[in-house]
T-cell receptor, first 112, second 116 residues
């Protein structure tokens, strides 16, 4: 079983749609969670951290369920520019190592 | 503020040759990381420096890989001798030294390594 699992997609949605991505992680000791965005042949860029209480940044909402070891990302009112691969990322464990564990990513294609 | 930079952007070498990748982190970031993505796989951690010290090198695949960060500024990752399976994109990332932000890592553009 992979340490971080995501549905690879692709998700093909029209502009203006709402789309949700899910992710599960295996290490219950993980303390920090993130969504990164990666455009084709570019580096991953931090989209948002995910907090236990859930957090929102504009059209993006992230949720964490520690009991189920499940993370989600909701994108409302999708734009063409949201087309990218979304990476679910968790830290390795509760120690202070900076090791991040990446999912394979979920590809989103927003169509006009 | 300048981001993380990496050099070269691309490298094509033959099996058995040596390649050295360089990373310059964001100024003031004590933490520097190396990651790798091979074709069709997820991004994988290689190692983590705090200043000039190796904090975690659990992801280094074998002793053909040597990472250094002399003086706690830029870092190099040397592969010697290169093998075909070393092909992939090598990313460098950096983060601040404060505990709560240690995981908010900022990535460089990567070095695309092709071993033929």
């Amino acid at each position: 079983r992979k340490e971080v699992e995501q549905d690879p997609g692709p998700f093909n949605v029209p502009e203006g749609a709402t789309v949700a991505f899910n992710c599960t992680y295996s290490n219950s000791a993980s303390q920090s969670f993130f969504w990164y965005r990666q455009d084709c042949r570019k580096e991953p860029k931090l989209l948002m951290s995910v907090y236990s209480s859930g957090n929102e940044d504009g059209r993006f909402t992230a949720q964490l369920n520690r009991a189920s070891q499940y993370i989600s990302l909701l994108i409302r009112d999708s734009k063409l520019s949201d087309s990218a691969t979304y990476l679910c990322v968790v830290n390795a464990d509760s120690s202070n190592t900076g090791k991040l564990i990446f999912g394979q990513g979920t590809t989103l294609q927003v169509k006009p | 503020e300048a981001g993380v930079t990496q050099f070269p952007s691309h490298s094509v070498i033959e099996k058995g040759q040596t390649v050295t990748l360089r990373c310059d982190p964001i100024s003031g970031h004590d933490n520097l990381y190396w990651y790798r993505r091979v074709m069709g796989k997820e991004i994988k951690f290689l190692l983590h420096f705090v200043k000039e010290s190796k904090q975690d090198e659990s992801g280094m695949p074998n002793n053909r890989f040597l990472a250094e960060r002399t003086g706690g500024t830029y870092s190099t990752l040397k592969v010697q001798p290169a093998e075909l399976e070393d092909s992939g994109v090598y990313f460098c990332a950096s983060s601040q030294g404060l505990r709560r932000t240690v995981y908010e890592q900022y990535f460089g553009p990567g070095t695309r390594l092709t071993v033929t």
